[in-house]
């Protein structure tokens, strides 16, 4: 064992599927390398069930990279746990102490239900894509870029909205379970563009009514979302969905 | 516009429009009540609750402003039980405190203490200048009506823990409802929250001190 490895005590919420009622189970795990990921964690933890004959934990994780944002986990109180700006994959072990009891649970949320343990269905967000989170591809070639000049600080917040990797934090913070930091940047990112006017009236329309139609809570304008947000996409996004929605309900 | 007010940001815009116009009634109340400070006997005062009492814009108003305060309360219920539908199964761990303000989490709390502070506040002054003919027929004045009703130590404790209330459902509601009518700048957002910060200290502080000075005889 070198120095600085930690033993630590992990409750863990298991279900078996959307029916069943689930709960906390209790499970240690030894000697854990300050170094690893959290979800290298969980993988040593899985080996153990799985040399015991046990079922292994569900979790969801795809690049372990932070840019898919497949790996929600709601660890000890908060998105992706302790640390700000960072997906669980990029939480390493070293932001616990050794004797540490750490509560890890799936996104909560109606629109977000449990498939197994700790992974959810996120599929409402695709709806909510589907609705309008495209827009229309001129055919033929590209025109000259200096026919379109962009602002640079228009380029950049269109840029910083895109940013959102779709993980669902906001909504698993939220404490009204709103989506609207989600629903806010993808609308962001093609109202701020001179190639998004063309649905954007629209877009603002059918995604805020599909956000709505699945369930998820209203925005108090807290700013949790915000905070635990792992690429920092900004509350100004929400205040200009707001804008867009009314202008578009105006016209 | 039924959809749009049946949508969830419909009914953010509504609550910031309702808020700001409760919001816009605490300054003329706040400006008027200010008027025992003269301590001349409260002349000033009641010569403004008169004024108050006839005007038909007041009146008229004074309609709007139940409609506002009902329609603000009706849509903090709708929201709030649509918000715990959204979520049916509670986190067993949840660190609010890590990303976000208790008030800003309490704003249901918050109103409903206020509401209970209105319905007795509304009893004292309301009731009694609107609906029974005590100050009309000249046997009362609202200033004396106000120096009876904060001999009670237990009132004034009351008026001064609802003004605490007040202040911290400003703090978080003044700045929302920009946010919520779309109102994010970079120049004019830490403006509103300065204003917003300073609004929710100095109005609720002036209120709470009208039954403490009334209390102490400093005002007669």
């Known amino acids: 064992m070198s120095t600085g490895n930690m033993n630590l005590t992990l409750k863990i919420w298991r279900q078996k599927n959307g029916k069943e009622a689930g709960n906390l189970v209790s499970y240690q795990v030894k000697d854990i390398s300050p170094d690893m990921s959290f979800l290298e964690m969980i993988d040593v933890l899985n080996e153990q069930l799985i040399n015991k004959g046990d079922e292994s934990i569900a979790f969801d994780h795809d690049c372990r990279e932070g840019i898919c944002g497949m790996c929600s986990m709601f660890i000890n109180g908060r998105a992706h746990g302790p640390k700000e700006g960072i997906t669980t994959c990029q939480l390493h072990m070293r932001s616990f102490k050794d004797g540490d009891t750490i509560v890890v649970e799936p996104w909560r949320a109606a629109s977000f239900p449990v498939i197994k343990d700790l992974t959810v269905d996120r599929s409402a967000f695709d709806r909510i894509i589907a609705k309008g989170g495209y827009i229309s591809v001129n055919t033929g070639n590209a025109q000259d870029a200096n026919n379109i000049p962009i602002p640079k600080t228009e380029a950049d917040a269109a840029f910083n909205a895109a940013a959102c990797i779709g993980c669902g934090a906001c909504v698993a913070t939220c404490k009204n379970s709103s989506a609207m930091l989600f629903v806010a940047a993808k609308i962001s990112q093609f109202a701020l563009l001179p190639q998004g006017q063309v649905e954007r009236e629209t877009r603002a329309l059918n995604m805020v009514n599909q956000m709505d139609e699945e369930g998820f809570g209203n925005c108090t304008n807290t700013g949790a979302c915000e905070v635990e947000c792992p690429k920092g996409i900004s509350l100004e996004n929400i205040a200009r969905m707001n804008r867009e929605f009314y202008l578009a309900n105006i016209k | ?220």
Not at chain 2, 14 to 42: A, E, K, Q, R, Y
Not at chain 2, 195 to 201: D, V
Request: aromatic letters at 14%; charged letters at 10%; hydrophobic letters at 55%.
């Open chain 2, 1 to 220: 516009m039924a959809n749009f007010l049946q949508s969830s940001i419909g009914k953010k815009v509504l609550m910031s429009i309702t808020g700001l116009f409760l919001i816009s009634f605490l300054v003329v109340h706040c400006f008027l009540n200010s008027f025992i400070f003269f301590n001349d006997g409260g002349v000033m005062f009641n010569e403004g609750a008169e004024f108050m009492a006839h005007n038909p814009i007041i009146r008229t108003m004074e309609i709007v402003l139940f409609i506002g305060i009902i329609l603000h309360i009706v849509q903090a219920l709708i929201l709030t039980l649509q918000n715990q539908k959204a979520r049916p199964i509670k986190y067993a761990v949840q660190n609010g405190a890590a990303n976000s303000k208790w008030y800003s989490r309490s704003m249901g709390l918050l109103g409903t203490l206020i509401l209970m502070f209105l319905i007795i506040h509304l009893k004292h002054f309301w009731y009694v200048s609107r609906l029974t003919d005590e100050i009309t027929s000249g046997e009362e004045t609202l200033f004396g009506e106000m120096i009876e009703v904060f001999e009670n130590p237990m009132i004034v404790l009351l008026y001064v823990l609802a003004m605490f209330s007040l202040g911290y459902h400003l703090l978080h509601g003044f700045q929302s409802a920009f946010q919520s009518l779309g109102l994010n700048h970079k120049k004019y957002s830490p403006l509103i929250a300065a204003i917003g910060f300073w609004f929710s200290i100095i109005v609720p502080f002036i209120f709470a001190m009208m039954p403490i000075s009334i209390y102490f005889g400093l005002i007669k």
